[in-house]
């Protein structure tokens, strides 16, 4: 797919070069579902017909039905390193350390995990590896610093997250809030929509009491995880922080991959879709993003080169 897009890019510079109007699509819309019954427990056996998928209010027939343990998982672990954390931190990264142990032994071998920290900064620690002993090395040396840039650390890691096949999450190890980033929220939530990711925020905050938290970031953060499909966990330290991760790894193991071309869809001056999943079977509870970037109203009349970019490959 990425060498598609690059000699779609080349044919379009030439093309421009010579004064040509061209239109390019690429419509496929990926989604990708969780499903749980009254109980709350995770349903993997369904089957194409028990899914119903609307773009825009409007029906779609299901092109592509998968269940998603054969696909291989693209992983941003984001590490909040900032001075809030430091007393935390060691905690913290002993629980990100089993995560991955369990993760790439019960997974796809094509399974693959990139660290990234972020304070006042963003650091990519180690690129897209299958190998945990880099990334424990590089935890075990984090040390927390000042600032909190959460949003752009959202945004950088979803522009190396979009050119990645099969599925993409970011799992954010934080205490909620930004302080220093330079994009703001929706620059990162859009970000993460453009690069199909799934966001789990693991909002670790011991403190109970509302005047001891970011409940405006943690409440951010919630809207990311809704907004992509994810959702948040907000554990303690110790066994309950081990626990939100190994609920992580069973929703991941337990996904589906449903994927559409979009017909008779009707166009706002909004780019963004939304996007519906419900179930035919009573009682089942569905999770899926909300929508995703295509073609808008005003398209149909600009001239020139257009490009709608939906939500990855298949």
């Given at each position: 797919?990425?060498?598609?897009l ?5 044919g ?5 070069a ?12 990926r ?6 019954d ?18 825009n209010?409007?029906?779609q ?9 054969a696909?291989p998982?693209?992983v ?8 809030s954390?430091?007393k935390?931190?060691k905690?913290?990264?002993?629980s990100?350390?089993r995560?991955?142990k369990?993760?790439f032994?019960s997974g796809?071998?094509r ?5 990234y920290s972020?304070?006042y900064?963003?650091?990519l ?13 590089s ?19 979803a522009?190396e997250?979009?050119s990645?096949?099969?599925?993409k999450v ?10 220093t ?8 939530l ?5 690069a ?23 409440h951010?953060?919630?809207s990311m995880?809704?907004g ?18 190994s ?11 449903l994927?559409?071309?979009p017909?008779?869809v ?10 519906q ?13 909300n929508?995703?970037?295509g ?14 970019l939906p939500?990855?490959?298949?």
């Amino acid at each position: 797919m990425l060498q598609w897009l690059k000699a779609a890019s080349a044919g379009l510079v030439f093309a421009a070069a010579l004064g040509a109007q061209i239109r390019v699509q690429v419509n496929l819309v990926r989604v990708v579902a969780t499903v749980k019954d009254p109980a709350g427990k995770l349903v993997g056996s369904l089957n194409k017909e028990d899914f119903e998928l609307l773009d825009n209010g409007v029906p779609q027939q299901i092109a592509v039905f998968e269940r998603e343990t054969a696909q291989p998982l693209s992983v941003a672990m984001m590490v909040d390193a900032s001075g809030s954390t430091a007393k935390d931190l060691k905690y913290e990264t002993d629980s990100v350390v089993r995560f991955l142990k369990a993760l790439f032994s019960s997974g796809n071998p094509r399974d693959a995990v990139a660290l990234y920290s972020f304070n006042y900064q963003v650091t990519l620690h180690n690129y897209f590896t299958h190998n945990h002993v880099p990334l424990e090395h590089s935890l075990r040396m984090l040390q927390g610093d000042a600032g909190t840039s959460l949003y752009d650390a959202i945004y950088l890691a979803a522009g190396e997250l979009e050119s990645r096949d099969g599925r993409k999450v970011m799992i954010i190890v934080t205490d909620g809030g930004d302080t220093t980033s330079a994009k703001d929220f929706h620059a990162a939530l859009n970000a993460a929509q453009l690069a199909d990711t799934v966001i789990y925020p693991v909002l670790v905050v011991p403190i109970a009491n509302d005047a001891g938290r970011n409940t405006g970031g943690e409440h951010a953060l919630i809207s990311m995880a809704e907004g992509t499909g994810g959702r948040v966990f907000e554990p303690t330290l110790g066994d309950a922080l081990d626990q939100a991760f190994s609920e992580i790894i069973k929703e991941l193991r337990t996904q589906y991959l449903l994927a559409y071309y979009p017909k008779d869809v009707p166009l706002t001056k909004d780019r963004f879709h939304r996007l519906q999943v419900r179930m035919r079977r009573p009682g089942l509870r569905v999770t899926s993003r909300n929508g995703y970037y295509g073609e808008a109203e005003d398209d149909r009349s600009r001239p020139g080169t257009r490009m709608t970019l939906p939500s990855g490959n298949p």
